[in-house]
């Protein structure tokens, strides 16, 4: 029998071995605290040395805090007005094949790039891939240095050899990748000409006013226009004017601008302002026309709410798909009887790279743009491709592909208004259609306006 003496001694006896390797563990120890340790038995101890050992294991490997990867933040400013969620996912996607690499979207707004892009070069602020049109404003950035060589990309190999004229500067610098290829066209509701009894689109602009006429005594709205955003007056009425009053007549009529000496103080310019505002005039337009802004515009046609839309190849995928009825499409005929229709076509908005310190990384997200995710615009957008080749899967129409093969057939074709006007001009353009329509200006005086704009910058050398 064992007797409490016998136990303390057992107890002590366990306390000393587990004094002794704690002092070899621990370092060292009070008399106090060993004092304690020779009364309480060996569960303390154990306690005990399980709470030091615990202790000297933190002191000994502290927890490892967790540094994020440097990143690269890449400042994309971009024209997207009926695209913005498509360019987000595109920099989202970017972003997880490219850990390194933040991209920081920011919208363009106003109605036109140029506006978006002028206060930047002035103020030293560029972001580091911006939209931008292929015209002479665009071109003197590139051959000021402001905007970086893309000739040795892959995005510039793989795009169409027909779009590398406008993205070419006279200094042989490549400054851009066009979105798509641009065209604009008339969209109209099939089941609308078919009740007010038109059998077939108007070629010339007589039958246009015809077709108007009859589709307003049918009791429908003939068209769709869009005061309230004028890029649309400029792409729609205005671009085509321009061509078959214009360039139909000046075969040289590119060089003319750029070197000042295209006359446009003439009737025919002035022609261009008053078609804008006959259709108005006559009633052929929703009432309040000069409020509607894009997208507004665009669900007046698909909600059947107007007979016809006179758009771009950029809105296909939504023009396309009415509710409840088919569209198609017909060339505007802005021409005059008898003569030859002159179609507009050429490079839409496209995409360039700035000199700054992020150009590399700015390079990776433009092939990207351009490569794997191109698909991801393509498919919102219905658009023609302005690619050789395309990777993935992406999704065309064939009617607006058709459009687009029977306007390239035509012996005399122009470029959209913003490919070719000075950005100033562009400036000046916007609200000059707008006073036209308000009659505050008259179409000759617009036309005498427009053709000083044009000869002044052509004296700065904006080419």
């Not at 038995?41 to 154990?46: A, C, I, N, R």
């Not at 030293?124 to 931008?132: C, R």
């Not at 590399?360 to 794997?372: D, H, N, P, V, Y």
């Amino acid at each position: 029998m064992t007797t409490i003496f016998e136990s303390q001694e057992n107890s002590h006896s366990a306390g000393k071995m587990a004094v002794k390797d704690l002092r070899c563990m621990s370092g060292r120890m009070s008399n106090r605290l060993l004092g304690m340790l020779r009364y309480r038995g060996v569960t303390l101890l154990g306690c005990l040395l399980i709470f030091l050992l615990s202790g000297c294991e933190r002191h000994d490997r502290p927890h490892a805090i967790p540094v994020a990867p440097a990143q690269t933040i890449v400042t994309a400013l971009i024209w997207a007005p009926d695209w913005p969620e498509e360019m987000l996912r595109l920099a989202f996607e970017f972003g997880k094949l490219n850990p390194d690499v933040r991209v920081n979207v920011q919208f363009m707004v106003g109605n036109s790039v140029e506006e978006n892009i002028k206060p930047r070069v002035a103020s030293s602020n560029l972001p580091d891939l911006m939209s931008v049109n292929p015209n002479n404003y665009t071109a003197d950035l590139a051959d000021q240095g402001i905007l970086a060589d893309l000739g040795q990309t892959a995005a510039w190999s793989n795009m169409l050899d027909s779009l590398k004229g406008d993205w070419s500067t006279r200094q042989n610098k490549r400054f851009g990748i066009a979105g798509g290829v641009a065209t604009t066209m008339i969209y109209y509701n099939k089941a609308m000409f078919a009740k007010a009894g038109i059998t077939h689109p108007p070629t010339n602009f007589d039958e246009f006013l015809a077709v108007c006429a009859r589709l307003k005594r049918a009791g429908m709205t003939p068209i769709m226009w869009n005061g309230g955003f004028p890029n649309m007056l400029g792409n729609g009425p205005f671009s085509s004017g321009f061509a078959n009053n214009v360039v139909a007549h000046q075969p040289d009529w590119k060089e003319k601008i750029a070197d000042g000496t295209l006359d446009l103080n003439t009737p025919l310019t002035a022609d261009i302002f008053a078609k804008m505002l006959l259709l108005p005039e006559r009633g052929y337009v929703q009432a309040g026309y000069t409020n509607t802004n894009y997208d507004e515009g665009i669900r007046l046609f698909t909600e059947g709410k107007t007979a016809m839309a006179f758009h771009g190849s950029w809105a296909s995928s939504l023009l396309m798909h009415g509710s409840g009825f088919e569209t198609g499409v017909f060339i505007p005929p802005w021409n005059a009887p008898g003569k030859i229709v002159v179609p507009v076509i050429g490079s839409e908005t496209g995409f360039a790279v700035c000199e700054t310190s992020n150009r590399a990384a700015a390079m990776r997200f433009l092939e990207f743009i351009m490569g794997k995710g191109f698909p991801i615009l393509q498919n919102k957008r219905h658009n023609i491709s302005p690619l050789k080749q395309a990777e993935g899967t992406m999704v065309t129409d064939a009617r607006i592909s058709a459009y687009a093969d029977s306007v390239g057939v035509y012996p005399v074709t122009a470029s959209p208004y913003y490919s070719f006007l000075p950005a100033n001009t562009i400036e000046l353009l916007h609200p000059l259609m707008l006073d036209v329509l308000f009659k505050k200006t008259s179409p000759i005086q617009a036309a005498k306006k427009l053709d000083a704009s044009i000869k002044n910058e052509a004296k700065k050398h904006y080419r």
